[in-house]
């Protein structure tokens, strides 16, 4: 009788990562998987260690403790075969300025070593669906936040992707691209196999958009599942994301307290 | 709101600048390893040390010409094959340093604007509520501290130095043309930035528009590059100045008299001697008094338009071209190496610091191919020249290779999110440099071809010489993105990585002279023998510097 084939590795297992900033930890112990077809949502308050643990996902951080795989592969060891499966959008637009977004998408399909015709064809479906055609061949410096954004997002979807890995990537476009964006990544992982992690803190987007998501506060995970697990944990079971984090991260009564003293001053 | 408390607030956008500078957070670099308490403290002293580093150079040059101004009459006989009167020597010299003192701020300034403009220091003090005339001063302070250490250096040192050499009226008598100096490097370096954020930033992209973008910097290159030039063609000026002073007084020497760094420069000879100490005329009398004057007027009101135009030029939009949909949607995709030097030529074209860097070893080869042509120049003096030529660019590309790995700062946190190894990366800078070497060689080959007996002789030198600048260029690069993973930062401009980029420069400009200087040691003996070790020299080389690169990991 053959042997039953290996079970694929998850597109993304994160395995008691910590990360470190001299002395300061960012992120402790964290465990996490994104599972073939899932939208991982990464929640969390400002400084709560999500972009760190997304950037140790993409190769920019070496963890201090635990380990990070991509299919499999660590981006600290085995850093190009972990990257080649990633597309990734930063928090910031961080692009080779000087570049017009058409220099920069042949940088990266000939540095992802893409089909010429392929990636044209892909390029020019995407430079139309997210309306670049006008600002195809100005230099990325003289562009919108919100173009720039644009860019980095045709960027990562160039290639096609098994795991998307995404740092607020909703930041600064216009209601018709984040429209655009919520239908793009639903369909990108209908086909079951594909992932996307995806952080925000805007809970509308993660509510609407997310399998699962995971509540992140000082680097620890606080609660993880899906809207329903979510749920059933809170105290009330019509609960929004918003109270569930809230209430996770024991930020509620510090929220009303921080407006009761705002309104005595 | 006065000028301390400008000078207050100033501080904190410089030290802004100077953390934007070395670490180039805003480019989304990581945070390195470490205390982040430590960075502001680091990031200040880096800066300090590469403008002292820049003050250092200025310093040892002018300590150089006060050496050549005490023993000139001793001297210029032995440097030069025809007589020259030892204060027009004197004024010579002068010449040379102001105009390196401009060509090194000027560069200077090329190097660091681009930090000013992207750091964003000044627009952040825009929204608070400072009047007009301090949100001016604080940035014309910002941008006079990029230079401090620099400029009060020749302010100082040259004055001193001169008036050791010549006497302390002479010493006073260089203090117009200092100032001046320093002033038009400070102006320059503006207009230029300016030029940058108008025209070439925003230009479109696309091969009519990239053809116009190189032309824009070759123009504007040039003038730094005349300054550079200088060196090259030093022997050439001295020539050229014993000729004019031989038929002095002469309309051709008051227009040398007009032609700026040489009246200022000549001001230290005549205070020294009086006017008799030059070949002036009751004509040349009034030409140098005259250009004196307009210079110095011209130096004070640069200093004015600086004072002002350092604002102006930091809020400056880019000039952007009209918008229009474009016509196609193809992607060009190329092999990753090719991908990488593709970028480099795209981002130098919009990038005047860089683009300094590949045209500088091209500009001077085709200067000192030009200079074959010089009336009286033997073919054998052209071989020489063409020889000379094709060594200067090898050493010259060798020497800016460190530089262009600063290009990685632009995206240096998205570039190493992409599946793009060191060996790439590494390979497609040699590239670059390895085409400046050959575009460099290309252009003295067509300059000379019809003044040189042997161009085989030519063409083996450069392809002997050839192994050993890919050597020299993989250690440089080898040993600086080692050093940028190891400290998690990237290798920043010149300016403000000096240290990195001089250190690393040496072994690397070792690498590149050993096969020059095999060639000129047996050159005398056998020209094909000499040809023959220079190639097997520049080859053992790459065989000893390929595993810097290729001996560690893929990523």
Redo the contacts between chains.
């Keep these: 009788m053959p042997e039953p084939a290996a079970p694929r590795p998850p597109p993304l297992r994160v395995d008691r990562l910590s990360i470190t900033?001299?002395?300061?930890p960012a992120v402790r112990e964290l465990s996490l998987e994104v599972r073939p077809g899932e939208i991982y949502g990464l929640l969390g308050s400002n400084g709560a260690g999500k972009s760190s643990t997304i950037?140790s996902v993409?190769?920019?951080?070496r963890p201090a403790g635990g380990r990070v795989l991509v299919f499999g592969f660590d981006p600290v060891t085995?850093?190009?075969?972990a990257?080649?499966r990633?597309g990734?959008v930063?928090e910031?637009s961080?692009?080779?300025?000087?570049?017009?977004p058409?220099?920069f998408?042949?940088?990266?399909?000939?540095?992802?070593?893409?089909?010429?015709a392929l990636?044209?064809e892909r390029?020019?479906a995407l430079?139309?669906a997210f309306r670049l055609?006008?600002?195809?061949?100005?230099?990325i410096?003289?562009l919108s936040n919100g173009t720039r954004q644009k860019v980095l997002i045709v960027a990562a979807l160039l290639h096609q992707p098994p795991l998307l890995v995404l740092d607020e990537p909703l930041n600064h476009l216009d209601p018709r691209s984040v429209r655009l964006m919520k239908d793009v990544l639903a369909r990108y992982v209908a086909n079951g196999e594909r992932g996307v992690l995806f952080s925000t803190h805007t809970m509308e987007v993660a509510e609407q958009l997310c399998s699962r998501v995971g509540i992140l506060d000082h680097g620890v995970l606080r609660g993880e599942g899906s809207m329903t697990t979510l749920r059933e944990g809170a105290t009330r079971g019509d609960a929004t994301l918003e109270e569930i984090f809230l209430g996770l991260t024991q930020e509620e009564e510090g929220v009303r307290a921080a407006v009761a003293s705002l309104e005595r001053t | 709101m006065g000028w301390r408390y400008a000078y207050r607030l100033s501080g904190t956008a410089f030290t802004e600048l100077s953390l934007q500078a070395i670490y180039a957070f805003r480019q989304g670099n990581i945070l390195p390893g470490g205390s982040p308490a430590e960075l502001v403290p680091k990031a200040r002293r880096r800066v300090i040390q590469s403008k002292a580093m820049v003050a250092g150079l200025l310093a040892l040059l002018t300590l150089g010409a006060s050496l050549a101004l005490k023993d000139a009459a001793f001297l210029a006989p032995r440097l030069l094959s025809y007589p020259l009167a030892a204060p027009i020597f004197d004024a010579g010299v002068l010449t040379a340093l102001l105009s390196l003192d401009v060509a090194f701020l000027w560069w200077t300034g090329l190097q660091i604007l681009p930090s000013l403009l992207s750091s964003g220091v000044l627009p952040v003090l825009e929204p608070l509520p400072l009047d007009d005339t301090t949100l001016q001063r604080v940035a014309a302070l910002v941008y006079f501290r990029l230079f401090d250490l620099p400029v009060l250096t020749i302010l100082i040192v040259t004055p001193i130095a001169v008036g050791d050499a010549l006497g302390f009226a002479a010493g006073l008598a260089i203090l117009p043309g200092v100032f001046a100096a320093a002033t038009f490097a400070l102006a320059l370096s503006l207009v230029t930035g300016r030029f940058f954020v108008r025209r070439v930033q925003g230009a479109r992209g696309g091969g009519g528009s990239t053809v116009l973008r190189w032309t824009y910097l070759v123009i504007w290159v040039v003038p730094a590059f005349g300054m550079f030039g200088f060196v090259t063609l030093a022997p050439a000026f001295f020539s050229a100045l014993a000729q004019l002073t031989n038929t002095a007084p002469s309309t051709g020497f008051n227009l040398l008299l007009l032609a700026f760094p040489f009246p200022l420069a000549s001001l230290p000879s005549v205070a020294a001697g009086g006017t008799s100490a030059l070949p002036l005329g009751p004509g040349g009398v009034v030409v140098l008094i005259a250009a004196t004057v307009g210079y110095v007027l011209l130096a004070v009101g640069s200093a004015a338009w600086v004072g002002g135009a350092v604002r102006r030029v930091g809020l400056a939009p880019i000039g952007v071209a009209t918008p229009a949909p474009a016509l196609r949607f193809g992607l060009t995709v190329i092999g990753p190496i090719r991908s990488v030097l593709v970028k480099d030529l795209r981002i130098a074209s919009r990038t005047p610091g860089y683009a300094f860097l590949i045209l500088l070893p091209i500009l001077d080869s085709l200067a000192l191919g030009l200079l074959t042509y010089a009336p009286g120049s033997s073919t054998r003096g052209a071989e020489s020249l063409a020889l000379g030529a094709v060594t200067s660019s090898a050493l010259l590309a060798t020497f800016f290779g460190p530089a262009f790995f600063a290009i990685e700062v632009l995206a240096y946190s998205y570039g190493r999110t992409l599946p793009l190894s060191d060996r790439t990366l590494v390979l497609g800078k040699v590239a670059l440099v390895l085409g400046i070497y050959l575009v460099s060689a290309g252009v003295v080959l067509g300059l000379v071809s019809l003044r040189i007996s042997d161009p085989a002789l030519f063409i083996g030198f450069v392809l002997a010489e050839l192994p050993a600048v890919v050597a020299a260029s993989l250690l440089e690069l080898g040993l600086v993105l080692r050093r940028a993973r190891r400290k998690g930062l990237p290798l920043v401009n010149l300016y403000a990585g000096t240290w990195t980029a001089i250190l690393i420069s040496i072994p690397g400009l070792i690498v590149a002279s050993v096969p020059l200087v095999v060639f000129s040691s047996i050159q005398a003996t056998s020209t094909s023998l000499a040809l023959g070790l220079m190639a097997v020299a520049a080859l053992v080389e790459l065989a000893a510097c390929t595993p810097v690169l290729f001996g560690r990991g893929t990523t």
């Design positions: 900033y001299g002395e300061r950037r993409v190769g920019l951080v085995d850093g190009l075969r990257k080649e990633i990734y930063p910031t961080l692009l080779y300025e000087s570049l017009t058409r220099e998408l042949e940088f990266v399909a000939s540095v992802r070593r893409l089909p010429a990636s044209s390029g020019h430079v139309t055609e006008e600002e195809y061949d100005q230099p410096a003289s």
